[in-house]
């Protein structure tokens, strides 16, 4: 284990660089953190693949989603506690907040657009304003609308995805034109506004400015195609289809491009034009063929997005764990190697913090003209024990990046409140809160322990206003969550 000092001077020449980190924040999706949308605002219960899975898995039938079915009623309802979420961020100190629209949801049939739930998703931006904060929206985060997949009705069993369909990319440019339409229509905007009690000069300054700046296309395009057409544990579930694995990644593309060209030509922002961005993810792969799956597949889907460069505005990247391939041991068996840290799940693979730096050194290499913004990282741990040390952890490599001139413009938490986890349902929790923590009542820490919740402000405060004294604090905490995890490994 590797010491570091937040509080040494570098470490602050570091933050009040002219380049320094501008933004700190969290990251939430639509579907995980509303996996079951009431019936109304005209969504049908079911619009989208991940919907008729979790639709088969309450109603006791064979579904791709593997969670225990008791901890359904535990799933979160962001939709209906935008508020909390949103005031729980801003007490954070976080400067951004990152969540997706719902491609099924808005567009649950052929040539139909929910512009009553695009009400509410204005709305969000809105309340993420009022706080002070910029905005992150990402356009595609995994749910396909129905009418897109091809699936037996009598097996109730998915036999296509949306992304092999013939006309996937005319209906994703239906979507997005229809967001753009609306996100540029200042007398709708202007009635959502209104109909939230904002008074005039707050329209007036948010319609100047513009609701949002920063987007993400789409979410994890490596996580899509390798999850769907290799591994089969994501929709269509179809394993070892790597022709259609490439063909999928072909659409993807193609998807992006229409994306950022009806963003970049739809939305006229006073302060500039649009950020636009993909958020690739990639796996820390070692092993015998590790860096075969490197450059064949991270790199390689990746630079299919980013090209010359002249497709995205800045890197959207994404970091979690290592994974070892092949693996001959079982992480919490009695072949775990020494020195390997797991959170609560071990097909998640071990947490690897210093990977998260070597990455950002490589995304610099492959595209030097590009900011980086770290659009999610996270780890999954029920007890909250050894999580703190890993995200001060994970901040201290970030730094030693910036440090090394790696242009870092923002890093995301993923996630501010427990939420489901696909497959896996809400059995991994990523959240600094449960969502009761986050709408009634913070459990206290027991005394002598630190829990995320607390470092994290510290974190945020850090990037935003460094100064001496607030490292010096990081530096007390990095302490405490270091004994702690020394005692719980």
């Known amino acids: 284990m590797k010491d570091f000092d937040f509080s040494a001077p570098e470490v602050l020449e570091t933050l009040r660089d002219w380049k320094r980190i501008r933004y700190i924040g969290s990251a939430i999706s639509d579907f995980q953190a509303q996996p079951l949308m009431p019936e109304k605002w005209g969504i049908p219960s079911i619009s989208s693949d991940w919907e008729f899975e979790l639709h088969k898995r309450i109603t006791g039938k064979h579904s791709g989603i593997l969670a225990n079915p008791s901890a359904i009623e535990d799933m979160p309802n962001f939709h209906t506690h935008m508020e909390e979420y949103t005031a729980r961020s801003k007490e954070l100190g976080e400067n951004m907040f990152r ?12 040539g139909e657009f929910n512009s009553e739930l695009m009400a509410r998703y204005v709305r969000m931006l809105a309340l993420v304003r009022a706080n002070g904060q910029e905005p992150m929206l990402t356009l595609y985060h995994w749910p396909m609308p129905m009418f897109l997949l091809q699936y037996d009705r009598n097996e109730e069993r998915i036999e296509a995805g949306g992304w092999e369909h013939p006309d996937v990319v005319k209906h994703f440019r239906f979507y997005i034109d229809n967001i753009v ?48 057409y290799v591994a089969g544990v994501f929709p269509p579930f179809k394993r070892g289809k790597f022709s259609l694995m490439w063909k999928a990644v072909e659409k993807l593309v193609e998807a992006h491009d229409v994306a950022y060209d009806a ?22 792969f070692d092993g015998m063929l590790g860096d075969v799956i490197q450059s064949s597949i991270n790199e390689k889907i990746t630079d299919a997005f980013e090209r010359d460069g002249n497709r995205t505005d800045f890197v959207g990247f994404q970091y979690y764990c290592r994974v070892t391939v092949p693996s001959l041991y079982q992480p919490f068996g009695k072949f775990r190697p020494k020195g390997r840290y797991y959170g609560s799940h071990p097909g998640h693979g071990d947490v690897y913090p210093e990977g998260l730096y070597k990455f950002l050194k490589r995304i610099h290499e492959l595209y030097p003209q590009k900011e980086i913004m770290i659009t999610e990282f996270g780890f999954p741990e029920g007890t909250d024990k050894k999580r703190p040390y890993w995200i001060l952890e ?12 790696v242009p870092i413009k923002g890093m995301l938490l993923w996630s501010l409140v427990d939420n489901f986890e696909w497959e896996r ?11 009761e923590e986050l709408i009634r009542s913070l459990t206290p820490s027991i ?20 100064s001496p004294q607030s490292l010096n604090e990081l530096q007390l905490c ?3 969550a270091q004994m702690q995890f020394e005692v719980n490994i």
């Open 394 to 405: 994970t901040f201290r490599y970030v730094l030693q990046a910036k440090k090394e001139d």
């Open 263 to 284: 963003l970049k030509g739809g939305i006229i922002l006073p302060t500039g034009d649009v950020q636009v961005g993909v958020a690739h993810n990639w796996t820390h």
């Open 181 to 228: 339409k609306y996100l540029a229509d200042e007398d709708k905007v202007r009635m959502v506004l209104e109909s939230e009690k904002f008074t005039k000069d707050v329209q007036d300054q948010f319609l100047a400015d513009g609701l949002v700046k920063y987007f993400l296309t789409i979410n994890e395009p490596t996580n899509i195609v390798i999850d769907g």
């Open 478 to 480: 990095y302490r405490k």
């Open 447 to 466: 005394e002598g322990e630190i829990r995320s919740f607390e470092v994290w402000p510290v974190i945020t405060k850090v990037i935003t206003d460094p």
């Open 425 to 435: 349902g809400m059995e991994q929790k990523f959240g600094l809160f449960s969502e």
């Open 99 to 110: 969540f997706s629209l719902d491609f099924g949801r808005l567009c649950p049939s052929e």
